[in-house]
């Protein structure tokens, strides 16, 4: 049977993405990650296509590519929701703030423990290697934390958005500087991010005031190519590309700020929120593809059997404690008691599984195990499903049960209205009235009324 012909390709991608809406659903009832649930599909699919298959095709392309525009979708669409106004200053400050601690502080942890217990690793390579396993994932934290409170919400979408910019922007200056003709020192690498701020302000500009004038319906996805071709671009130059997504959403989700004053005049405002509405439409429904699909490619190409180590388990273990140890003392730092469940959401994801595919073949170390990766990758999403449904049960318990009560008497008084209404006095309202009856106005202060 041959399962990679064109129509059963069709089938099963279209199977896939039914599944996927399913899981979306499930997650929110559950808590359960739906990444959890794409994963394990994956990991399904493999043994299944072993029945049909000897083996299976090279995924590695398929996976980078989904990974990058996936990474570009999730980080356009976290920017699109955030709003910049006076009063969130702090609030941004400090997501920032706790993002890049969290982040090099983790990434210092999880380097000297890989340094010392992996044979063969080096401690710029153990920084290369700890870097993507210190990321907090956006693509599963912002599907994840729709029901927090506001401001626990909007935490969590600027601090995930944050450590997938930095996080990258780290890496990619790790790797270049294991490259002797890549590598550039602390000016130069300041200088690229000065740079490629620049560019993304002048290009977001450039791209709201040209797109506002064309008439066409069918013009989102030529928006999102020219945002791909401009990341592509910037990457080739040797610039930090995700600011570039990031302010172009920012600008078009914040228009009325940064066409403040003089520019003012230059906008359009219609045809400006026409483009931001249908832009978020189109990269919500596309983050939610690539996503779909870059999980369910990586599940098929986990090798189960690397979690079996008690190499692996005690190397994780040390990283896990690490993660969740720094981030206690920095959420009590910052927000003192109330931590709970931001201290355990902070799971690893796409942007692990693409920067961990990205090391440079001159940097890899034969003695580290993939299943640290994705033994790291399952335990936090474990420990953040935990604590979210930890979390609803106490915000919803006292709750429900209110619930529960009023429901339990308005049962029994539409039990007991039949026979009652017999009894009642027949000038009360809800004596049923003679057909010839007029109906009259019912005095507030009567207490029969």
């Known amino acids: 049977m041959e399962i990679f012909s064109s129509y059963n390709l069709i089938i099963e991608a279209s199977l896939i993405l039914i599944l996927s809406f399913w899981f979306n659903g499930l997650s929110k009832k559950t808590n359960i990650p739906s990444v959890l649930m794409l994963i394990g599909l994956g990991v399904i699919l493999q043994y299944v296509a072993k029945f049909f298959v000897s083996s299976l095709p090279d995924l590695f392309p398929a996976l980078e590519l989904l990974g990058i525009v996936g990474l570009i979708m999730i980080v356009l669409?976290?920017?699109?929701?955030?709003?910049?106004?006076?009063?969130?200053?702090?609030?941004?400050?400090?997501?920032?703030?706790?993002?890049?601690?969290?982040?090099?502080?983790?990434?210092?942890?999880?380097?000297?423990?890989?340094?010392?217990?992996?044979?063969?690793?080096?401690?710029?390579?153990?920084?290369?290697?700890?870097?993507?396993?210190?990321?907090?994932?956006?693509?599963?934290?912002?599907?994840?934390?729709?029901?927090?409170?506001?401001?626990?919400?909007?935490?969590?979408?600027?601090?995930?958005?944050?450590?997938?910019?930095?996080?990258?922007?780290?890496?990619?200056?790790?790797?270049?500087q294991m490259n002797p003709a890549e590598a550039i020192?602390?000016?130069?690498?300041?200088?690229?991010?000065?740079?490629?701020?620049?560019?993304?302000?002048?290009?977001?500009?450039?791209?709201?005031?040209?797109?506002?004038?064309?008439?066409?319906?069918?013009?989102?996805?030529?928006?999102?190519?020219?945002?791909?071709?401009?990341?592509?671009?910037?990457?080739?130059?040797?610039?930090?590309?995700?600011?570039?997504?990031?302010?172009?959403?920012?600008?078009?989700?914040?228009?009325?700020?940064?066409?403040?004053?003089?520019?003012?005049?230059?906008?359009?405002?219609?045809?400006?929120?026409?483009?931001?509405?249908?832009?978020?439409?189109?990269?919500?429904?596309?983050?939610?593809?690539?996503?779909?699909?870059?999980?369910?490619?990586?599940?098929?190409?986990?090798?189960?059997?690397?979690?079996f180590s008690l190499k692996v388990l005690l190397i994780s273990v040390l990283i896990l404690a690490s993660i969740y140890g720094i981030r206690f003392l920095i959420l009590r730092i910052f927000f003192g008691k109330d931590i709970l469940p931001q201290l355990f959401v902070a799971p690893r994801g796409l942007i692990t599984v693409l920067l961990f595919y990205a090391i440079p073949s001159d940097a890899v170390v034969a003695g580290f195990e993939p299943g640290i990766l994705l033994f790291i990758i399952i335990g936090t999403s474990l420990i953040m499903t935990w604590a979210m449904i930890r979390n609803k049960q106490q915000t919803a318990g006292p709750l429900d049960e209110l619930d529960r009560e009023f429901q339990a008497r308005d049962v029994a008084y539409e039990e007991e209205l039949p026979s009652r209404a017999v009894e009642l006095d027949p000038k009360s309202p809800l004596t049923p009235k003679d057909p010839g009856e007029n109906e009259r106005d019912i005095n507030p202060n009567d207490p029969g009324s």
Not at 237 to 266: P, T
Not at 275 to 282: A, F, G, K, M, N
Not at 285 to 300: D, P
């Open 77 to 176: 669409e976290a920017a699109l929701e955030l709003e910049l106004r006076k009063e969130k200053t702090w609030a941004i400050l400090k997501s920032l703030l706790i993002a890049l601690a969290g982040l090099m502080l983790s990434a210092w942890a999880a380097a000297w423990i890989l340094h010392s217990l992996v044979p063969g690793m080096s401690l710029s390579a153990a920084w290369l290697y700890a870097t993507p396993l210190s990321i907090l994932s956006s693509a599963i934290i912002i599907p994840s934390v729709g029901g927090l409170k506001a401001e626990k919400k909007e935490f969590h979408i600027y601090e995930s958005t944050f450590s997938d910019i930095a996080g990258i922007i780290l890496f990619y200056y790790l790797a270049g």
């Open 185 to 307: 020192g602390a000016a130069g690498f300041t200088g690229s991010i000065f740079l490629t701020i620049v560019v993304a302000v002048i290009a977001s500009y450039a791209i709201i005031l040209i797109f506002q004038e064309i008439k066409s319906q069918a013009k989102q996805f030529l928006l999102i190519a020219v945002l791909l071709l401009l990341y592509a671009i910037g990457k080739k130059l040797h610039l930090s590309s995700l600011i570039i997504i990031l302010i172009f959403g920012l600008v078009i989700a914040n228009m009325k700020l940064f066409f403040g004053g003089k520019l003012r005049k230059y906008l359009k405002v219609e045809r400006a929120d026409q483009i931001y509405h249908e832009l978020h439409i189109i990269t919500l429904e596309t983050a939610f593809v690539v996503r779909t699909f870059f999980f369910v490619v990586f599940g098929l190409t986990i090798v189960l059997s690397s979690l």
